[in-house]
């Protein structure tokens, strides 16, 4: 324990400087959407089990994953009755924790590599990138996804070490082929009654409107008023009563097969108990982005290198359970699971992005982005050390000895072939590179590499504290706003105004609000450009909001807030005076005008 005393007391420092700081940030574009469809999607659970009906579909947001954000709606629920705090500062809190409990997940994973001191430094200088910093405090979806990715795999590696394969050779002719009958039937049954769902509600609808049209079949023998009776009251009725004869076969026929394996096999049950959590955590991680059975490729290939064949009973159970823990908590695929689940997959592959990015100076469609995007951005948004440490790390991983060689194979399954993947098939990205921070994590072990090799505890330190100095000093200066940094190769904040994007998420209207809740007279009226929401959540309640979604306009405002992403604030009211301007060295955030 005492060893870890350092990554704990770092974890620790960073969770009070984030709580000091939590009413600083802003909430980004896309939160009040994400919370509308964890709603959606907490409400199916009844609505789905009682009447067999869900009010979520793909143009609902359906094809995200909503597991997260159901989460944090839970625990918001009753905090926001005991702490009289702006919900919003309550969900980022919740975000904070999870983005520390992935960096400590990240120590964990780079301590099979690297000494404990150079781990740490690796962690850090991760932790206090300024754009992993300020994301982990607003964003719903790539942060907490790199957090639960980095939890999956450090827990799936360890379910590898710890869990020994189940002893198939101790088990008599007769046992095995019960267990392997048994086993058989269990997968067949209970995944054909998931995966038949569309096929059985059709087969249902069938029959009900059969039977309504005067036919003979069983629903006309069991149902005498289905002739006058709408067919949808016996569709749903029957539907559901499926619903739940499903649900109660699943766990029956669960429990006799476990009670079998309990007295065939008991170490069976051992290996079920330590493959629970891993699968637990990487079902979760499925249904935060469509993307988290990489994570699961990742386990996968670490338990054929370490075990071989050998893993396979594991790695079966591992996949079962981690599918049913995506199922049970992603909604949308209730009601067809395979059909829904690839067009999800289809849909996030090529996401269909209307918006515009800038990159370069010039504005280009998401998906037709110049190849040079992410390396650019990898460059230029990350700490002036990084690559330099990383290179250095992965030459002395390359002269290593063979634990070392392994995490060069790691890096490039984790972040080499997903990055030319991206790259090569013109993915769409905007908002920069959030969408694909969780490939980042082994740069930052090579780059914990480096520290290694410096031997002296005196120097290691000094170095691992010069490294870690422009990321800090960048993210201080940046504050609440770190996740627009630029480094200094391009000239920081100067150098990409007006050249790469900035607030793209508008959380600077936090700070335009709090400036016009102190000066605005009483019941003023505000007309707000863009992301109207985001002004709203934190204004006074006496103010009278408009924004470009009302359908009727005031005759005169007393403000106007606008963002510059996209040249909103030259596009509204261009020739009213600016009173205020958020901003960042050269770089304007938000205008506040009064006309």
Not at 53 to 78: F, H, K, Q
Not at 535 to 554: M, P, Q, T
Request: hydrophobic share 50%.
């Amino acid at each position: 324990m005492k060893k870890n005393y350092p990554i704990i007391l770092v974890l620790v420092l960073s969770l009070l400087a984030g709580v000091f700081t939590l009413t600083d940030y802003g909430e980004s574009w896309d939160d009040l959407s994400l919370q509308k469809y964890a709603r959606r999607s907490l409400a199916a659970y009844s609505t789905w089990a009682q009447h067999g009906v869900l009010e979520i579909s793909a143009e609902t947001l359906g094809n995200y994953g909503p597991a997260y954000v159901m989460a944090v709606a839970l625990a918001v629920r009753p905090l926001s009755i005991l702490f009289p705090i702006n919900p919003s500062d309550l969900r980022h809190f919740f975000y904070l924790l999870t983005y520390l409990a992935g960096m400590a997940a990240f120590y964990a994973l780079g301590l099979r590599w690297l000494s404990r001191r150079a781990a740490l430094g690796a962690t850090l200088l991760f932790m206090t990138q300024p754009v992993f910093w300020g994301h982990a405090f607003m964003n719903p979806k790539d942060t907490p996804f790199l957090a639960f990715f980095l939890l999956s795999i450090w827990a799936g590696f360890k379910m590898v070490d710890e869990v020994q394969p189940p002893l198939f050779h101790s088990l008599t002719s007769s046992a095995k082929k019960i267990l392997v009958l048994l086993t058989t039937l269990w997968l067949g049954s209970v995944f054909s009654a998931f995966l038949f769902t569309p096929a059985i509600h059709a087969a249902l609808t069938s029959l009900v409107q059969s039977a309504h049209s005067g036919a003979a079949n069983i629903i006309a023998f069991i149902a005498s008023d289905v002739q006058t009776a709408a067919p949808e009251i016996y569709i749903q009725k029957y539907f559901t009563l499926f619903l739940h004869a499903r649900a109660f076969y699943f766990l029956f026929s669960t429990i006799i097969l476990l009670y079998f394996y309990s007295r065939l096999l008991p170490s069976a049950l051992r290996v079920f108990s330590s493959v629970l959590l891993p699968a637990l955590l990487l079902g979760f991680t499925s249904s935060i982005r469509i993307l988290g059975p990489f994570a699961a490729l990742l386990v996968v290939y670490y338990a054929l290198r370490v075990q071989g064949k050998k893993s396979l009973p594991m790695l079966l159970a591992y996949a079962v359970l981690a599918l049913i823990a995506m199922y049970l908590t992603w909604p949308y695929l209730w009601a067809n699971p395979i059909g829904h689940l690839w067009q999800s997959f289809e849909t996030m592959s090529a996401y269909p992005w209307q918006g515009v990015v800038l990159y370069n100076g010039i504005r280009y469609a998401a998906t037709d982005l110049p190849r040079s995007y992410l390396p650019v951005l990898l460059a230029i948004q990350l700490s002036e050390p990084v690559w330099a440490l990383t290179l250095a790390g992965a030459a002395a991983f390359a002269l290593g000895g063979a634990e070392k060689k392994k995490l060069i194979e790691l890096s490039v399954l984790w972040f080499l072939i997903p990055l030319a993947a991206f790259i090569l098939l013109h993915s769409a990205l905007y908002d920069n590179f959030r969408q694909i921070i969780f490939i980042l994590p082994p740069v930052f072990w090579a780059a914990g590499a480096a520290f290694e090799k410096i031997k002296d505890i005196k120097w290691q330190t000094a170095l691992i504290a010069v490294c870690l100095l422009p990321g800090i000093v960048g993210g201080i200066r940046l504050h609440p706003y770190e996740y627009i940094y630029y480094n200094s190769f391009i000239g920081g904040m100067n150098g990409a105004a007006d050249t790469f994007e900035l607030d793209y998420w508008a959380t600077s209207y936090r700070e335009a609000a709090e400036y016009v809740n102190a000066v605005a007279p009483q019941n003023s009226i505000i007309w707000v450009e863009g992301p109207v929401q985001l002004f709203e959540i934190y204004a006074r309640k006496d103010l009278k909001i408009y924004s470009d979604h009302e359908v009727e306009r005031a005759a005169a405002y007393d403000y106007v807030v606008a963002t510059t992403r996209y040249k909103l604030h030259q596009a509204s009211y261009p020739t009213a005076p600016i009173v205020y301007t958020i901003a960042r060295a050269n770089a304007a955030l938000t205008v506040i005008k009064q006309p």
